[in-house]
C-alpha cells in the first residue's frame, strides 16, 4: 500500500527539505501538495523547489489546486475569483453568492472556469508533479446565463422556474460530473502522462457511479471522515461507502484511493485515528492511503477547520498506523 499526506508547502527550499525528509521518514511514498492559488501567484518557490526536492528524496508528488476559484475542496482564497466577476455563481435574480466579494465561488458551466484551472495545471506539469487531484467536486447552485442556456439545451425549460424539481436536481448533478470531466481532459490534454485522481465525498454518493466511469479518471477515491465534528459518518458507515467506492474503482479500472482525516479531531478522540483507521484500512486495503491533513493541520486559521485540538496528538496516531503498513 502506498501512503502518502496532503501537504501545504513553504516557499523556501530549506524548510521544504526538513518536512520533505520527515513525510518520508514516516513511511510515506509519495506527497500531496496542496496549493492554493497564491502558490503560483506570490509564494511560487513552493512549486518551484517542492516536487523537485521531493523527487530527490524519493517522494512521488502529486498535487491539488486546494479550494481554485473557491470551489470544490477548502482553502479558499482566489485571486481568479477577484480578477473575473463573470464567473461567479449567481442567485436567481444575478446577485453573487456567498456575499460576492471576498468569496464568491466560479461556476462549473462557465468555460472559463476550466481554463483557468488549466493554467495552474501547467504550471503543475511544468515542475515535475505527477498526479492532479479534483477534490470534493459537490453539486453547486447557480443561475448565470452558462447555467440558464445549458438547462434549456438540456432540459428544454427554464432554469428559475424550474428550482428543486426533478429536471433541476437532475441538472445539477450532471453539471458536478460535466466538471470533473471537462476538468480531467483539461490536465490530460496537457499531460497526457499526468495522473489524475478524484476524490468525491460520501454525501455525493449518488455521483460515484457516473464519475467512476469517466474514461480520462485514473483513481477514484473517497474521504470518509468519521471522526469529523457533526459527520453523518461513523466507522461502520464510514467502510461501507469505501468499500463501495472501492467496487466502482475496481469495475472501472481505476486506482482505488481512501483518505485518512487527521483535521479538525476534537480532543480524546486522537486515539481513534489509530484503532479505527486500523479497521477502516484493514477492510478496504486500498492501493493508496492519504492522510489529510500534514501535523494534524496545525497553523491554520478556524476559517479552515484544519486545526485539530491537540495536533501533535492527532499526528502521531498517523504515525503509529503508518509504521504499520509501510512498505519502504
Ligand atoms: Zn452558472
Redesign the pocket.
Known sequence: MKLSTSYIPPHQPVHLSRDLEDIKSIGCTDVLFALQENHFQWLNGSIRFGPKIASQIGLRSSAVIWGFANTSGGGRSSRVMLENPEMW?VDENSKAYGGGYPNPMA?Y??PLTVVKYGEYIKLCSDNGIAGILIDEPAVQE???E??KNKFARLYGGDLVKSKKNVDYLSFQAQTTIDFVSNSAAIIKNINKNIEVSVCVMPPDIENFKEIAKLNNIDSFSTDPYWLMPNSELNIKKAIDVSIYCKKLAIKHNKVFSLYLGCFGIASGLEGKIYTEGKVLINSTMPDILTTWSYRGGIGLSSLSSEECDDPDVAWQNVVKLYKDYSTV
Open positions: 455563481r461556476c458551466n462557465n447557480c443561475f448565470c452558462n447555467c
